[in-house]
């Protein structure tokens, strides 16, 4: 019987000939992920020692990576003394995977962690971040944990008791239509399944649509497969990955892509034709509540945000910078900028998209998760509409349970930036 | 189990629970202060100590969806709460068993608050509305967990047996 990409990972992983979806296993981990939240890591990883009379020391420091961009720079004392702590941590161990909060090396975990190189086809990584699913997209097995988990794989360096998951493929395609991309496509998969659909399930990415896709499209798709609930998303490592990761990562060593078996099981197949799809937005307050823009075109905007582990890549910010170039930012609307890493932004200013957002009266920021998340900055007022590229919409997401937030793509971002309202990018200003 | 304190929606996400702009609050004794923290009815009640430990939470589908933040669970912890829910998201769930928060998954469950619901066997009785539901058994990989006294527990006992080993 044919296997999934997933099952042969964890197969490899966990040192066995076979598995199959329902089997449990203990994988060992390639990648351990975390950003600021590994202080409670640390909390718990020496609460794990305690009274033992063993020395706390991570399993292997080469596989840990911390990363920090919650709330960069910080916003209170106790943020700034919780990343104290964790620099100490990172000095003590010796953990060279360390982006503090710098211009050239910093960034958002879920972008680091590629453009850096650390993660490869066919590895178990784990994060706590629940949009770790994002690097899926160089055909890994990789998903989010709690920090107490992390705390767990720190120390025996095996994610505990996984159970094999079960997989949804889903095949796309068919040609993109002008200004819509691999965001509409995911928040169409969304709406689709419903915010629960695959929940501990595994979403595996075919098709042309697929294929032609840069990692950078992959890693959007992949991103948001957890707000359909997925474990992770996958698209099997192909040329364009190897691609990625020895023109754009750097990496040197054998890359050994995992793909499925022809005869994979999989427990239903979603086909998506793009060619006719519209530009999608998620409407307040869930991420599946998914609509096409002439549906919701019109609504007042108060603020832009874009950027993000979803959209806030080179191409994001082209994309966003093609549509507001010479124009203006409408008055009454704000429009917040924040790439995803400190490479990004450099390219960014290479490139002269910084100069034509400012410009615009866009407020370029730092590198980092700037207002997705409601910690840290960009606060919404009350009764406020954010139009925005992150990937949650949740009630208060954005730091005030009386604002609202639409999810769409960084086209749909800048069109409805220049005029104001919600507004569909193929149609110009 | 006892008496339902809440009743709350579908898609309640750790958003909800424990608002991002108190994630630098990290330890379980901190957190629970900040339950609900968007949501004034509910933390109110919480802080005036009204919900007594046992207390159930009631939830519809997708409960705990959202980031992996673990405060949202030790939150609730804090309180002795017993959540049961219609379906539990992934990361919620494992970082519940891992911390030892009571969670059982009833899909359909339904109560109004002052409700009486308790576990009888494999099934949620809801004796004030004299229904009941199924309860989705945990993966028993996770039984290990819960049965050791949770993930530090169970860690522990794995690290010591390894360096036993050499």
Same mark, same amino acid.
């Given at each position: ?8 990972? &964890? ?73 104290? =702590? ?19 090396? #910093? ?14 086809? #066919? ?20 998903? #989010?944990?709690?920090? *107490? ?11 505990? !008791? ?6 949804? =493929?889903?095949?796309?395609?068919? @040609? ?8 509409? &496509? ?6 689709? &399944?419903?915010?629960?659909?695959? !929940? ?8 042309? *649509? ?67 799809? @519209? ?15 002439? @549906?919701?075109?019109?609504? =007042? ?25 010479? =124009? ?62 992150? !990937? ?7 730091? !005030? ?29 | ?166």
């Amino acid at each position: 019987m044919g296997k999934t990409v997933v099952e042969k990972i &964890l197969a490899r992983a966990a040192g066995l000939p076979a598995v199959s979806a329902g089997d449990v296993v203990e994988p060992r981990v390639d990648v351990a992920m975390s950003h600021e939240n590994a202080a409670l890591v640390i909390n718990q990883f020496l609460e794990i020692y305690e009274g033992t009379g063993i020395e706390a020391h991570p399993w292997d420091v080469s596989k840990i990576a911390i990363i920090f961009d919650h709330r960069v720079p910080a916003e209170s004392p106790k943020t700034a003394s919780n990343q104290k =702590k964790i620099r100490e941590f990172v000095d003590r161990h010796k953990i060279a995977r360390f982006h503090d909060i710098r211009g050239d090396v #910093g960034g958002i975990c879920h972008q680091i962690l590629p453009e850096y190189g650390y993660v490869r086809p #066919g590895q178990v990584v784990v994060g706590t971040d629940s949009h770790t699913t994002s690097h899926g997209a160089l055909g890994a097995f990789s998903f #989010g944990i709690g920090a *107490t988990e992390m705390a767990s794989v720190w120390t025996l360096g095996v994610a505990l !008791n996984i159970e094999v998951p079960t997989t949804i =493929k889903i095949e796309v395609n068919g @040609e993109f239509g002008p200004h819509v991309g691999p965001k509409d &496509l995911i928040l169409h998969v969304v709406g689709t &399944l419903t915010a629960q659909g695959a !929940n501990f399930r595994v979403l595996e990415f075919h098709g042309e *649509t697929m294929r032609k896709m840069s990692t950078s499209g992959r890693l959007a798709v992949c991103n948001m497969s957890v707000e359909a609930g997925a474990t992770s998303g996958i698209v099997p490592a192909d040329e364009e990955t190897i691609r990625y990761l020895r023109e754009e990562a750097g990496v040197t060593d054998p890359i050994e892509p995992v793909v499925p078996d022809a005869d994979a099981v999989y427990e239903r197949v979603v086909t998506i034709d793009v060619s006719t799809l @519209e530009p999608q937005i998620a409407c307040p307050h869930t991420v599946d509540n998914v609509k096409p823009i002439s @549906e919701v075109a019109g609504v =007042k905007v108060h603020q832009i945000v874009i950027g993000s582990c979803t959209n806030g890549r080179i191409d994001d910010l082209e994309a966003a910078a093609d549509i507001i170039r010479g =124009k203006k930012v409408a008055q009454g609307t704000r429009m917040l900028v924040f790439p995803a890493s400190g490479r990004v932004f450099q390219e960014a200013l290479d490139r002269g998209y910084v100069s034509d957002f400012m410009r615009a009266g866009a407020v370029v920021m730092n590198a980092g998760c700037g207002p997705c998340l409601g910690v840290h900055e960009g606060a919404l007022g009350d009764n406020e509409v954010a139009v925005s590229t992150t !990937n949650r919409n949740f009630k208060g997401r954005m730091g !005030n349970p009386k604002s609202e937030v639409y999810l769409c793509s960084p086209a749909v971002a800048a069109a409805s930036a220049v005029a104001g309202v919600l507004s569909d990018p193929r149609k110009g200003n | 189990m006892g008496k339902v304190a809440f009743v709350v929606g579908d898609d309640v996400s750790t958003d909800v629970i424990y608002p991002g702009r108190y994630m630098a609050t990290v330890l379980p004794t901190e957190t629970p202060q900040y339950a609900f923290a968007n949501d004034p009815a509910l933390n109110n009640k919480l802080n005036a100590k009204l919900v007594p430990p046992g207390s159930v939470l009631v939830g519809g589908k997708n409960f705990g969806c959202g980031s992996s933040r673990e405060q949202a669970v030790s939150c609730l912890k804090g309180w002795e709460l017993t959540i049961v829910a219609s379906d539990i998201s992934r990361i919620f769930l494992q970082n519940s068993i891992n911390l030892g928060l009571n969670i059982i998954t009833a899909p359909g469950v339904e109560a109004s608050e002052g409700d009486e619901v308790v576990v009888e066997g494999a099934k949620v009785v809801n004796h004030t509305n004299g229904k009941s539901w199924d309860v989705v058994p945990l993966p028993p990989a996770r039984q290990a967990i819960i049965d050791a006294g949770g993930l530090i527990a169970f860690t522990r006992k794995r690290m010591l047996e390894a360096q036993a080993k050499g």
